[in-house]
């Protein structure tokens, strides 16, 4: 199973929209609504900020959304903070045999 | 909240086994309707799963890493653990625990994470 492809780089200036692809196959991306994104500091651990494709955990402003169309996912941010600032991971369900999958990761940089 | 915390080793040798346990608190393994993973990052790489278990035994494991890797849990001590044998520096990485929803799939919460570095 290959990783999910995510561009590796993404800016914006503050208050301006970003959005983040994620591309796969309809093994997994295409295939499941089983879509999250992970924020990642540096040095942390990291976060959960979409799962099923569009909702948002509890806590989590709602700048960030998710979307779907066929193989890719996007997450948007809105808005844009400098605590946004971080690298942003994809994750797709991928069928019994290899559960998981995760992207390549996207570092954002808040200009 | 549920929280993890692993704990291990941060130094195995080449071909010795790497072994790792997580530690939930403020809810219980045996509840049911999680998995429990192990994800690891190599050094300014992405992420990759490894495994999981549900509490009942049940273990899904990368097929990549499968021949080497065991997963197994301990509920009467709220614990799951990771076992990766004959390591190579290409297994130097953080490896996180995290609980993952059955029915949609997702991970939340993670461990802070454990750096385990494979070195002579």
């Known amino acids: 199973q290959s990783a999910l492809t995510q561009p590796p780089s993404a800016s914006g200036s503050p208050g301006q929209s970003v959005t983040i692809s994620c591309t796969g196959t309809s093994s997994d991306v295409g295939g499941y609504n089983y879509v999250s994104w992970y924020q990642q500091h540096p040095g942390k651990a990291p976060k959960l900020m979409i799962y099923e494709v569009s909702k948002r955990p509890s806590g989590v402003p709602d700048r960030f959304s998710g979307s779907k169309s066929g193989n890719t996912a996007s997450l948007t941010v809105s808005g844009l903070q400098a605590e946004d600032e971080a690298d942003y991971y994809c994750s797709s369900y991928a069928g019994s045999n290899t559960p998981y999958v995760f992207g390549t990761g996207t570092k954002v940089t808040v200009l | 909240q549920v929280q993890l915390q692993e704990s291990g080793p941060g130094l195995v040798k080449p071909s010795q086994t790497l072994s790792l346990t997580c530690t939930v608190s403020g809810g219980s393994i045996g509840g049911g309707g999680y998995y429990w993973s192990w994800i690891r990052q190599h050094p300014g790489k992405g992420l990759e799963w490894v495994g999981h278990?549900?509490?009942?035994?049940?273990?899904y494991y990368n097929p990549s890493l499968k021949s080497r890797v065991t997963i197994s849990v301990d509920t009467s001590k709220n614990q799951f653990s990771l076992k990766l044998s004959s390591v190579t520096a290409a297994d130097t990485a953080v490896y996180y625990c995290a609980r993952a929803r059955t029915a949609s799939h997702w991970f939340d919460p993670w461990g802070q994470g454990s750096l385990v570095t494979v070195s002579s």
């Open positions: 278990i549900y509490y009942s035994g049940s273990t």
